[in-house]
């Protein structure tokens, strides 16, 4: 089981929908979590970060970590063609006093259809 | 721009020749990391510097691998001996040392191994 599974999509929606993009991970040592956005041959481009347990929002976006349950999520509202990339979930654990090697999921594709 | 740069942006090189990328982090950030990417993958660690020191290195470092940070602001990745299956996007990515410490990546460095 790798440390991090991630639904893989492709993961196709009309303009406007709610889109939920959902990861699990193993290592219960994770306590930062982040949601990154890349576009095709482009790197990734940090979208949300979170510290343990929570809810964050920062405009169309909200991202919800369940650390009970090893599952967090990122929520898009009213999608939108420019948002159509892949969505990588990260996350690291507290080695050493602080964060520095992220593991990621494998991405899910998603195009937000006009 | 300020943010993390990398060159070259694509490479193709022959079996067997050696290749080098340099990374140039944001100018404040004393941390950077490597990480590789191959299609249809996320990104996975390789090597983290701060400053100039390196601080650790993934098991996916082979010996035919070097990164250097010699003065603790740009940095290079060397592959000696390229071989097909080092085909990927090499990323770059930088931080502040904690408690700032989110992490930003480049664009990549596209390698083709012919």
């Known amino acids: 089981q790798k440390e991090v599974e991630q639904d893989p999509g492709p993961l196709s929606v009309p303009e406007g929908a709610i889109v939920s993009l959902n990861c699990t991970y193993s290592?219960?040592?994770?306590?930062?979590f982040m949601w990154y956005r890349q576009y095709s041959r482009k790197g990734p481009e940090l979208l949300m970060y979170?510290?343990?347990?929570g809810n964050k929002e920062d405009g169309r976006f909200t991202a919800q970590v369940d650390k009970s349950s090893k599952y967090i999520s990122l929520f898009i509202r009213d999608s939108q063609p420019s948002d159509s990339a892949t969505y990588l979930c990260?996350?690291?654990?507290?080695?050493?006093?602080?964060?520095?090697?992220?593991?990621f999921g494998k991405g899910t594709l998603l195009t937000v259809n006009p | 721009d300020t943010g993390v740069s990398q060159d070259p942006r694509h490479k193709i090189t022959k079996r067997g020749q050696n290749v080098t990328f340099r990374c140039d982090p944001i100018?404040?950030?004393?941390?950077l990391y490597w990480y590789r990417q191959t299609l249809g993958q996320g990104p996975e660690f390789l090597t983290y510097?701060?400053?100039?020191?390196?601080?650790?290195k993934s098991r996916l470092l082979s010996d035919r691998f070097s990164a250097e940070r010699p003065k603790g602001s740009f940095s290079t990745l060397e592959i000696q001996r390229t071989e097909q299956g080092d085909s990927a996007m090499y990323l770059c990515?930088?931080?502040?040392?904690?408690?700032?410490?989110?992490?930003?990546f480049g664009e990549g460095s596209w390698l083709t191994v012919v």
């Open positions: 990515a930088s931080s502040l040392a904690p408690p700032g410490n989110t992490i930003y």
């Open positions: 290592n219960s040592a994770f306590q930062y």
């Open positions: 979170t510290y343990s347990s």
């Open positions: 990260a996350m690291s654990d507290n080695s050493g006093g602080s964060n520095y090697k992220l593991t």
């Open positions: 100018s404040e950030h004393n941390r």
């Open positions: 510097f701060q400053n100039e020191a390196q601080l650790e």
